[in-house]
């Protein structure tokens, strides 16, 4: 399933390696989404608040395993674009060993702070405990989550993005399986949903590893270093920038949590709800940039940086059309969306985030131009220019929304998430058009 993305047409070539990254990312959130909907429906909408108190800081662990993910995936695609086969196996095994204790640390960091993170959030009391709960037992799963995303990158970064898929719909399908069985017949309530992910997202990841320690044998079994302080600097220089932007836009979503929080129970129930929509969107928009990063990584280290702006005009077209659909469905069906992770009498409930659905989500249009022209910046290394463009969007979203929900309540902080996201795309834009097409119209090579 190892595919070489330097050769065909782009646009054919990025279509058939982005459907199945695609649907991986809709089977992720899909179960995801199960989490709050069985908590909600059958545990109760204190459950579901509880449950969303946490988001944040599980999304920040999250960011540090997608950063290490697309750190590797971005360095190994271009060692494997350019043919370097033994700096490729390098650079895999130091990107596992990186990640077990990366994994270590995160574990032992988060647990010691995860009471202070939920009252610095002022997580309202009626909900602070089953909170604690959930994110305890979710930190604890943060090895199976970094190995996981770090066999998932590698994969993508030698062009299959078909085993992952595999992987995430049996994950997702365990994963609904055992919510069921720990809070419907177990009533283990907002402990049942965290151990259930904490199971499922186990089986998967020791499954990946060792399906990725089998396929890299198609390399060779000569002896290489298994680890080095230099290709863990070219890691370092993708993979840190990718786990700053994902970890600060989620520290940013800790200080709108923090604002939410503040409106109690039934606005944090309902922006619980909606974010699930919304990240279910901007999960597979991301991951079709994850496809143009490992797109342009490839051609990148091949020396066909003319192929990189073709990847991307075809990028573009799914994109707007995924987009577009999206945000039709999202905006008519927004009340019976939200309705599925409340009981049908919680109208506040219903009504807030229905509101918050139709306010973001007819700017999706601009969010996928902007992931793209990151997701191109970071496969061909201009990581300043990519980091300037996600901050200006976090910063921009935070102050504003501070601003706005002084004015307009809760309504206010959902305002600030469209505002953002144009002048985000804006600067990204211009970034593309001046770091990306100059290589791409002189055709620069570059050496790795």
């Known amino acids: 399933m190892i595919k070489d993305l330097t050769k065909g047409s782009p646009s054919k070539t990025l279509f058939m390696y982005s459907i199945p990254l695609l649907l991986s990312a809709a089977f992720q959130q899909f179960y995801n989404m199960a989490d709050s909907i069985i908590a909600g429906k059958f545990a109760g909408t204190k459950a579901l608040a ?92 943060v090895f199976f989550l970094v190995i996981y995303n770090i066999s998932n990158g590698i994969f993508a970064a030698l062009g299959d993005s078909k085993t992952p898929l595999y992987f995430l ?79 600060l836009v989620s520290v940013g979503n800790l ?40 797109f342009s990584a490839q051609n990148y ?6 192929r990189i702006h073709g990847g991307f005009k075809a990028a573009l077209k799914m994109m707007s059309a995924f987009s577009v659909a999206v945000s039709i469905l999202c905006f008519v069906f927004s009340r019976g969306l939200i309705g599925m992770f409340v009981e049908s009498g919680e109208i506040n409930v219903i009504n807030i985030g229905s509101m918050f659905l139709k306010i973001i989500v007819p700017f999706y249009i601009f969010v996928d131009a902007k992931i793209l022209c ?44 469209p505002i953002g996201w144009v002048i985000g795309t804006g600067v990204s834009f211009i970034f593309y058009k001046l770091q990306v097409m100059p290589i791409v119209r002189k055709g620069v090579s570059v050496e790795i």
């Open 169 to 247: 719909i049996c994950s997702s399908l365990g994963n609904i399986f055992l919510d069921m069985l720990f809070v419907i017949n177990f009533k283990m309530g907002v402990a049942g949903v965290a151990w259930a992910t904490f199971i499922a997202q186990g089986i998967a990841a020791l499954f990946a590893f060792v399906v990725l320690m089998r396929r890299i044998r198609i390399f060779g079994t000569e002896k290489v270093p298994v680890f080095s302080f230099t290709m863990l600097r070219n890691l370092s220089y993708v993979a840190i920038p990718s786990i700053l932007q994902q970890s």
């Open 301 to 306: 280290g091949a020396g066909k940086n003319e």
């Open 255 to 294: 200080f709108i949590q923090a604002m939410v929080n503040s409106f109690g129970a039934d606005v944090i129930a309902a922006y619980s709800s909606a974010i699930r929509i919304n990240t279910f969107a901007l999960v597979s928009m991301n991951t079709i940039s994850g496809g143009i990063s490992s």
């Open 374 to 417: 990151d997701g191109v910046l970071r496969g061909t290394e201009k990581m300043i220019a990519f980091m300037i463009s996600t901050f200006t969007d976090l910063i921009l979203r935070v102050i504003i929304s501070f601003i706005l929900m002084r004015f307009f309540g809760e309504t206010g902080i959902w305002l600030s998430w």
């Open 50 to 141: 509880a449950v969303g108190a946490s988001y944040p800081i599980t999304m920040i662990i999250i960011a540090v395993a997608v950063g290490l993910n697309t750190g590797c995936s971005v360095v190994i695609s271009q060692f494997f674009g350019s043919k370097k086969i033994k700096r490729l196996r390098t650079g895999i095994y130091t990107s596992l060993i990186a990640a077990v204790i990366i994994s270590a640390v995160m574990i032992l960091v988060c647990f010691e702070t995860s009471k202070f993170a939920l009252k610095a959030l002022n997580t309202p009391q009626d909900i602070f405990s089953d909170a604690l709960t959930y994110l305890n037992i979710y930190i604890f799963g």
